[in-house]
């Protein structure tokens, strides 16, 4: 067994290297190596990734800087089933979590962890969550014995040097601890201990999984301390909308996977809208920490410093902005290696490769099929690539401001065929928080299997609260309360079809027009029309120029329909009634409300 001599590590705070020794001693790795954040080490790291076989060096000179990392085909995607909240109680963790006793968790866990690491090297990551020194971040540790996960840290975090200078001074941190151990899926767990401010992740290397700031830290853990420190963990993106006469608007946006929300985040202005000089900058594309700062009004930053987005569908079309991100410095997951060291997926730019090794590391052709007679598949479905924000064409220049940017408006979205309409606004904010409270999208066949089957997810939070929900509501509804100014809060839906099943809003760029209109609500420009629902814009106050779009679809995109809307409601009462008495009365009131409007003779 090996001795570790704390001395040696470049750190002066005691509780930080008693809780390294103590994780060493029970995963026991040959050695232990600081991250820096240095560009030698960071080099270093890449080259002995490449010489173990785990990165592949790209085309130098087309995709500069650029690596391919393949996981086990059983280690793709997060496992929700295998994360647990270990709160001191089940109650606490609500009926939106898996719970495990923190007592069983650590036993569990412990018995995996156990030599874990040998013939390994521990890697030792200071990270901030947020700007450096910010009173918004936070800080982390993450022990870890991939060097995959090192790399992809040091782009979506900001560690090192800096960051170990806050923790010599007493900082508190999240502990985080990462093993691969054996990749097996029968030893996979991935713990959060909310009182305990730790993470301990066994048995995977997905991202998801293993990249402990990003979904485990800055959506469970944060969700928590949010709750005892009073601010907002959320599943947000936010953009700021710049217009000509350089006033920006900045929201906060959160929808359910596959609803747009990374294209949304940097959209390019659509022809017919250019003419007004619209610019839009993106502060982040996934995780908002939102606080109420000294003027009463709502302040948000984006904790990561970099982009861990989904490949396939990713092109010239959908993302524009991002297909530049993605040029160099980029870590790409599990998609399709072409002879010439480039890269395709699904969806992808440019013509299908005549053959390529795909994500298994195995030859593909087109039109291979499986024993299933189903098409095998170039890229994972939920393949990846990891780059940093400061390479987005359109990143924000406040990313780095530690108070953030103001909140003016907070969207919810999700993706309805026929029931929501393209845009509505809540009355007020506890109106805001029952919409939130029942976001929903509707399955696809092409990517969840039942098609049409109603998906419960409020603000996008359902896998990511690290608490009860039912408590998550109150919070909403408490901070509200907090607020001299609170953020207008609106809906919206870019997935409604008509009768032949074709979308009746083209999305991407023109997803613009509705953002204007929302603008424009936020800085009291415009009416709106009363519906039972929220207000509803005047079909005129959505800009059409340069859209083929008949006014009788703009028509059709805002109806109301009462008969499903109270259909609607019976769902939304069941899933209501998970939370029993913990939920909170405040959203009963508003779901009466609702009833009775869409009760009321027209």
């Known amino acids: 067994m090996h001795t570790y001599n704390v001395k040696k590590f470049p750190t002066h705070n005691k509780h930080l290297k008693a809780w390294v020794k103590k994780m060493a001693d029970m ?5 232990i190596v600081w991250i820096d954040g240095s560009a030698e080490q960071k080099q270093r790291l890449e080259k002995e990734a490449v010489t173990a076989g785990e990165l592949i060096p790209l085309n130098e000179e087309k995709m500069p800087g650029s690596f391919l990392h393949r996981t086990n085909a059983n280690d793709v995607a997060r496992t929700e089933h295998l994360t647990y909240i270990c709160s001191r109680t089940k109650k606490e963790a609500g009926p939106n979590n898996n719970w495990m006793a923190p007592r069983a968790g650590y036993q569990k866990a412990r018995a995996i962890f156990k030599g874990a690491m040998r013939g390994r090297t521990m890697y030792v990551i200071p990270f901030s969550m947020g700007p450096v020194g910010s009173t918004f971040s936070k800080i982390g540790v993450e022990l870890t014995d991939s060097r995959y996960v090192v790399l992809n840290m040091l782009i979506m975090t900001r560690a090192g040097a800096a960051v170990t200078a806050l923790l010599d001074k007493g900082a508190d941190f999240t502990r985080c601890l990462h093993s691969l151990a054996d990749l ?7 713990l959060h201990f909310p009182q305990d401010n730790t993470i301990w992740s066994v048995g995977s290397g997905y991202g998801g999984n293993v990249l402990l700031g990003k979904k485990c830290l800055a959506l469970r853990i944060a969700s928590f301390m949010g709750l005892k420190e009073k601010w907002f963990a959320e599943h947000m993106l936010i953009m700021g909308i710049e217009e000509p006469n350089g006033r920006i608007t900045y929201i906060a946006a959160a929808f359910p996977s596959a609803c747009g929300k990374t294209n949304l985040a940097m959209l390019l202005p659509p022809e017919g809208l250019k003419r007004k000089g619209y610019r839009i900058w993106t502060v982040g594309d996934d995780i908002a920490w ?34 530049e991100t993605i040029r160099k410095n980029t870590i790409f997951t599990n998609v399709l290696l072409k002879p010439d060291g480039t890269l395709w997926w699904e969806g ?20 291979m099929l499986d024993g299933q007679g189903k098409p095998i598949l170039g890229a994972h479905p939920n393949s990846r690539f990891t780059a940093p924000i400061n390479q987005c064409p359109s990143a924000s220049f406040r990313l780095e401001q ?10 919810f979205g999700g993706r309805r065929a026929h029931l929501a309409p393209l845009v509505y606004e809540s009355f007020n904010w506890r109106h805001g928080v029952f919409v939130g409270a029942t976001m929903a999208s509707e399955r696809t066949a092409a990517q969840y299997g039942k098609q049409g089957e109603v998906r419960r997810d409020p603000m996008a939070m359902l896998p990511f609260c690290g608490y009860n929900m039912a408590t998550y509501f109150k919070h909403w509804l408490n ?23 074709k979308f009746l809003w083209p999305g991407y760029r023109e997803n613009l027009r509705v953002l204007e209109w929302i603008v424009a609500r936020c800085e009291n420009k415009l009416q709106a029309l009363p519906s039972p629902i929220g207000y509803i814009p005047k079909i005129e106050d959505i800009d059409l120029t340069g859209l083929n779009l008949p006014r009788e679809s703009l028509e059709k995109l805002l109806m ?4 499903a809307w109270l259909e609607e409601l019976e769902r939304v009462k069941k899933f209501f009634k998970e939370f029993k008495n913990d939920f909170p009365q405040e959203l009963w009131d508003e779901f009466e409300g609702l009833r009775m409007r869409l009760n009321r003779p027209v």
Not at 299 to 314: M, R
Not at 485 to 496: E, K, L, T
């Open 27 to 31: 995963c026991q790795p040959d050695d």
């Open 184 to 190: 097996d899926v029968n030893k996979r767990l991935i």
């Open 290 to 323: 939102m606080r109420v700062d000294s003027d009463g009004a709502l302040w948000a930053i984006n904790p990561e410093s970099g982009f861990f987005g989904v490949a396939p569908g990713t092109n010239s079309h959908t993302n524009p902005t991002m297909v």
């Open 348 to 367: 992808a730019d440019g013509e299908v490769p005549s053959r390529g090794i795909d994500w298994q590391g195995k030859p593909w052709k087109p039109g």
């Open 402 to 411: 530690h108070h953030g940017v103001p909140i003016s408006a907070i969207i």
């Open 479 to 501: 901070m509200g309360y907090r607020m001299a100014a609170a953020p207008r809060i609106f809906h919206v839906n870019w997935f409604r079809i008509d009768e032949k099943g």
């Open 560 to 563: 109301v329909d009462r008969k």
